[in-house]
């Protein structure tokens, strides 16, 4: 018959096997449904978008944008030549409020984000705000 002690060794390695087998019950979501929901919110930026706001701060931003599929988008000036922060580069939600952005010095920038019919806002670092509408079919 095992001693005292030896029965106590083996219950703490059963309670440490079960703990790692079962994961605690702590367990994290799985990747997968992140990614999923970042999809899905990438899905709703697709597309193009004309700028709609005219405050000065929002001047540095496109007048016309462009998010692909690919998680690229293109910015576009009118007239065309002007500088825009964002003139070609990568997009990627970190969560449902936040998207990160290549910028025209190759920084990647983090904006507040919504998205509300065919109105997108978005947040810039320094607080300015700026709006985009979804363009028609028939818009350049």
């Not at 309670?15 to 970042?38: E, F, K, N, Q, W």
């Not at 997009?91 to 952005?101: C, G």
Request: net charge positive.
């Amino acid at each position: 018959m095992p001693s005292i002690r030896m029965q106590t060794m083996q219950l703490r390695v059963l309670t440490i096997v079960l703990l790692i087998t079962l994961g605690g019950g702590c367990s994290p979501p799985p990747r997968v449904a992140y990614r999923d929901a970042m999809s899905k919110l990438s899905v709703n930026i697709i597309g193009h978008w004309v700028k709609i706001s005219d405050s000065p701060c929002s001047q540095k931003y496109p007048d016309q944008l462009q998010f692909k599929k690919d998680g690229f988008y293109f910015g576009r000036m009118d007239p065309p030549g002007r500088f825009t922060l964002w003139d070609v580069g990568t997009f990627e939600f970190i969560s449902s409020l936040k998207v990160k952005i290549s910028v025209a010095n190759d920084a990647i920038l983090s904006y507040s984000i919504s998205i509300q019919d065919d109105t997108v806002t978005f947040v810039d670092p320094e607080g300015c705000s700026f709006r985009y509408r979804r363009a028609s079919l028939n818009s350049p």
